[in-house]
């Protein structure tokens, strides 16, 4: 198996090779093969209260117009800041207020709520539970948790429905808890206890309306050892992972995936999507030094863990269980300096274009940087998850979702760093490349190394079958233009920026190199350009 991938890699490195020698010929009046935008599909977010702010709803509204998401995914819906229960009279009574406000101005920008089923209210954790992130989410069960948990997920389902009608809500999607595997992080409780939490919750969805959707378990990254084969997380398997010299010839597997699925299958419990998070990363644990190391893959490790994913599916009970990726990004860590820099656009573009078919989404984990898992960050750009930094100063990560969602529906052409589509509605092409340099294929970028040297490609490509005179335009992201981190440091680093700095800041990272041509009277267009390393390059069809 693990020679296997290595001749596969090397199979497409060399095609690769190739494929920049030669002058690529597309016909665009050939029939194309329909393809799922998937990367749209959903998006991230810290936790509900945020989204309960001036700035988290207008970066919200953004990315849904720029970047077509259908759905966002955040924490925190039954936190205590969200007042889920309230005391009236010494009893506790639901209270849906401030959720509705926030599924309320979602829905009137067009973006569904992908529900998240966490975290405890305090007055259904243990009396002394453990808590998670500055804003302190409740992580331990008691004993009575259960019950009224069921209690709780039902009523809200109800209140749903009554409020938003079904066929709304039929729409929605209920996922049980987030990354419950990592003992005592995320849930402080065994594996049996996670799947009884998702046992109550699949019984309350389905219990309002049969057809209403719900899946797990929305465990971390894949593992390439038995760390997580117990009730708890057990650390000292991983000596093997720490010592390895090459972690991507490693057999990596998803996490509690396929004991879900047979405790589902044992419990006659529906599945009806199956959720994980595949980040390029993992954190090996050496028990006798006590050291931890932090891994990262090769740029190839979403597409291995995508075709494990989809064959441990098709062996289950639920083969026709959807697969949301409910949270990716190129770390897991929301201070890793990579996600505000050009590299990041290259990974996402690379990795969804790769894995067309293979997903019903993959949400990037998170659009905005109004995020507090850590609390609030002293620097505007501190390597947050987000595509939009706090002040609103949209980083390559959010170009490279506004390019993407500008494809059409048809593949007609796919390379090592080209892809060529149609429009099925006007016929219009639309086309994407970018340089992913081959110097940093063994691990997907991390850290403050801005990765600014590597191979240049060769983009030399020709369009035929076009109309006369056909006019397109060229957009290219690269060092020096929509890079807005690095025009910050040639600014001096500006801590914090005057309101006129962030004005200018605004333009320039959403400025673009661009560039127009047009087809000859023959209908061929040929484009022959440079592509630098880590730049992404949109051209359109315009009229």
Known sequence: MNSFKKIIFGVAFSISMICQAQNVKVDVKQSGETFDHYWSKMVGAGRANEALRAGWLEQMEQVQEHCGFEYVRFHGLFHDDMFPIVMEKGKPVYNWQYIDDVFDRLLDMNVKPFVELAFLPSSMA??????????????????DTFEKWHDLVEAFTQHCVDRYGIEEVLTWYFEVWNEPNLYPLFWDGTKSQYFEMYKQSAIAVKSVDQRLKVGGPSTSNFVPDERFAGEVTNDKVSEAVFAADDINALDWKGVWIEDFLEYCEKENLPVDFVSTHPYPTDYAFNPETGKGRGLTRYVNSLKLDLEWLNETISKSAYPNAEIHLTEWNTSPSSRDAMHDRLPAAAYIVKSNLECIGLTNSLAFWTFTDIFEEKGGAASIFHGGFGMINYQGLVKPSYHAYRML????????????????????????????????????????PAGSDKREKGTTKKLDFTLTGLKAGAHFEIEIL?????????????????EPPTREQIKT??????????????ADKNGVLKINQDLTPWSVVL???IN
């Not at 243990?126 to 004993?143: L, M, Y």
């Not at 048809?410 to 490349?433: H, N, P, R």
């Not at 690269?478 to 500006?494: A, R």
Request: hydrophobic share 35%.
């Open 405 to 444: 969602h500008q494809l059409g529906d048809q593949k007609i052409y796919k390379d090592d760093y080209l892809f060529v589509s149609k429009k099925s509605t006007d016929g219009k092409i639309v086309a994407l490349a970018y340089n992913y340099p081959k110097e940093y294929e063994n691990a997907v």
């Open 478 to 494: 690269d060092k020096d233009h929509g890079n807005i981190h690095n025009y910050w440091e040639d600014m001096g680093k500006p």
């Open 539 to 541: 051209i359109k069809e």
């Open 505 to 518: 800041m605004k333009a320039y990272a959403n400025t673009m190199k661009m560039d127009h041509v047009k």
């Open 126 to 143: 243990a009396k002394d539970s453990k808590t998670v992130f500055w804003w302190k989410a409740n992580i331990t069960p008691a004993d």
